[in-house]
């Protein structure tokens, strides 16, 4: 049972860097705010959820850039 | 006077104004067939023989469609080496070629027309948008060290030439200049900029305005031309309660309007087309909304047409009388080219 176990963390923990490394992943606070809401935000056409993809992002910058 | 001739009259006076009456549909790319199937599209341009180039940000891929939407090739994957794509393209511009902004691999994709890559472009900082005429490439990108964008030139191997643009919205001046309201400095200053195709002549725009639509052109060099100013459709200023902090802390108003403009394309030497958002809200919830074609003079800043666009859509490119919109909403997203009478 400790050895799936193990099997299994080892597993979330290489996808985790897979994820964590991929080229798409999000760029550091510098140009998180930027990146977000032009770039990321981008994908949405209907304003409402365009102006709450916008929102997040700020909220976001605040609470892991500041 | 007679009952039916002014009716007539009347209609006449509001037919310009009404509905989609002057956007015809030329073309609609997009089903569940293999080579019409999209999963995010990003970017979508028009050539001068009307071919539709479209890049899909989640497929990594970049197509090319005849002027009857009829799939003729498809390059890219995922991956970071030559030939493939991110899955954060973040957009597509044609001017004697090709130009795909692969932000996630900080690369600008140069290729022909049949799709062959010419070459690659490493970019030392993000860039939100990029055009181009010429020899010269334009990138809207953050001013270093400041809250706002400017226009960087580069050539097209790469190398800076010259950064211009650094106005800011009126409005932007009111925010506090704490670590919050820098953010908000930022995300309601961006602006949004087209190139005359057969000048290079650059027009740029607020993407959030104020009381005013200001639209600034620059020579192809950089060099500043003049401002046109047109008015809303409605009166309207920029809602200053968001300006004060995050909108989730903030106290609504029972209504408010909100406008964006969300692109702006030169169709060509005399006239701008604005993508341009009425968004009504009470409290904090959008309650009405609608998207206009906006038709600008470029000498008069006068507004010579104006058409409703249809919802949950956003326009990708334009030129001349043809309008590429691209929808990701519904089942099968797609790119429709429109072609605008009026």
Same mark, same amino acid.
């Given at each position: 049972m400790k050895k799936v176990l193990l099997a299994f963390f080892m597993v979330l923990v290489l996808l985790a860097a897979i994820v964590d490394f991929s080229p798409a992943s999000v760029p550091p606070c510098d140009q998180y705010l930027e990146w977000c809401v032009f770039t990321y935000c981008r994908q949405y056409y209907n304003p409402d959820q365009y102006l709450q993809c916008v929102n997040k992002c700020a909220e976001n910058y605040v609470l892991n850039c500041l | 006077m007679d009952k039916k001739l002014l009716c007539l009259i009347i209609i006449l006076a509001i037919f310009p104004f009404?509905?989609?009456?002057?956007l015809k549909k030329v073309i609609s790319i997009g089903s569940d067939d293999i080579n019409y199937? +999209?999963?995010?599209?990003a970017g979508a341009v028009l050539d001068d023989q009307g071919n539709v180039y479209i890049c899909d940000s989640k497929g990594s891929f970049l197509r090319k469609y005849d002027p009857n939407g009829m799939f003729i090739k498809e390059i890219g994957r995922y991956g970071q080496g030559p030939g493939e794509f991110s899955n954060t393209i973040s957009g597509l511009y044609f001017s004697d070629g090709l130009f795909v902004l692969d932000t996630g691999n900080n690369r600008i994709v140069e290729l022909d027309q049949e799709l062959n890559i010419k070459r690659y472009i490493k970019l030392s900082r993000l860039a939100l948008s990029i055009m181009g005429f010429g020899n010269n490439l334009y990138m809207i990108s953050r001013?270093?060290?400041?809250f706002s964008f400017e226009v960087e030139i580069r050539d097209r191997e790469g190398n800076y030439i010259k950064s211009f643009f650094d106005r800011r919205p009126v +409005?932007?001046?009111?925010?506090?200049?704490?670590k919050i309201g820098q953010a908000i400095s930022l995300i309601y200053s961006s602006i949004a900029a087209t190139v005359e195709r057969k000048t290079g002549e650059v027009a740029i725009t607020f993407q959030w305005p104020g009381e005013t639509i200001e639209i600034f052109m620059f020579s192809k060099d950089g060099e500043f031309i003049k401002k046109i100013v047109s008015d809303h459709i409605i009166k309207y200023?920029?809602?200053?309660?968001?300006?004060?902090?995050?909108p989730s802390n903030l106290r609504f108003p029972d209504k408010s309007n909100l406008i964006m403009i969300r692109s702006i394309h030169?169709?060509?030497?005399k006239r701008l087309l604005l993508e341009y958002w009425v968004n009504e809200y009470n409290q904090d919830k959008a309650v009405k909304e609608n998207e206009y074609i906006l038709i600008v003079d470029k000498n008069s800043g006068q507004l010579v047409h104006r058409e409703l666009l249809p919802l949950k859509s956003g326009i990708a490119d334009a030129i001349k009388n043809y309008i590429c919109v691209i929808s990701n909403e519904g089942d099968v997203p797609e790119v429709v080219v429109y072609r605008l009478d009026y």
């Open positions: - | 009404s509905g989609y009456a002057d199937r +999209f999963f995010g599209v001013i270093p060290d400041r +409005f932007i001046e009111r925010i506090e200049q704490s200023d920029f809602p200053e309660f968001r300006l004060k902090g995050l030169s169709l060509d030497e």
